[in-house]
Nanobody, 122 residues
Framework: QVQLVESGGGSVQAGGSLRLSCAAS????????MGWFRQAPGKEREFVAG???DYADSAKGRFTISRDSAKNTLYLHMNSLKPEDTAAYYC????????????????????WGQGTQVTVSS
């Protein structure tokens, strides 16, 4: 049984940093089939980072995705956090990503974690 467990969320002030972790169990996934997404209240879930190390424009230059293969864990390092980064962050695996002109366009993921909340105050 595949499980994805996120951790590392919390409350920080603007300009602060957090590192989110996504521990996968039950199966090993290649890093280019995993990703991070987020959903703010009243908004649709949106892509943050993943696939072939692609990043949403809102995350570029501030967020970095990495993976520890030995631990089967995906990370999202978030720096210079802004209040608009406040959302529930979800890890996904066994994803197929579609690209348009070299940029992320859409996704289809088989497995999702339960999410971890990130709250950034001004």
């Amino acid at each position: 049984q595949v499980q994805l467990v996120e951790s590392g969320g919390g409350s920080v002030q603007a300009g602060g940093s957090l590192r989110l972790s996504c521990a996968a169990s039950g199966r090993t996934f290649s890093s280019d089939t995993m990703g991070w997404f987020r959903q703010a209240p009243g908004k649709e879930r949106e892509f943050v980072a993943g696939g072939s190390r692609d990043y949403a424009d809102s995350a570029k230059g501030r967020f970095t995705i990495s993976r520890d293969s030995a631990k089967n864990t995906l990370y999202l390092h978030m720096n210079s956090l802004k209040p608009e980064d406040t959302a529930a962050y979800y890890c996904a695996a066994d994803c197929s990503f579609a690209y348009f002109r070299g940029r992320y366009y859409s996704h289809n993921c088989a497995y999702w974690g339960q999410g971890t909340q990130v709250t950034v105050s001004s």
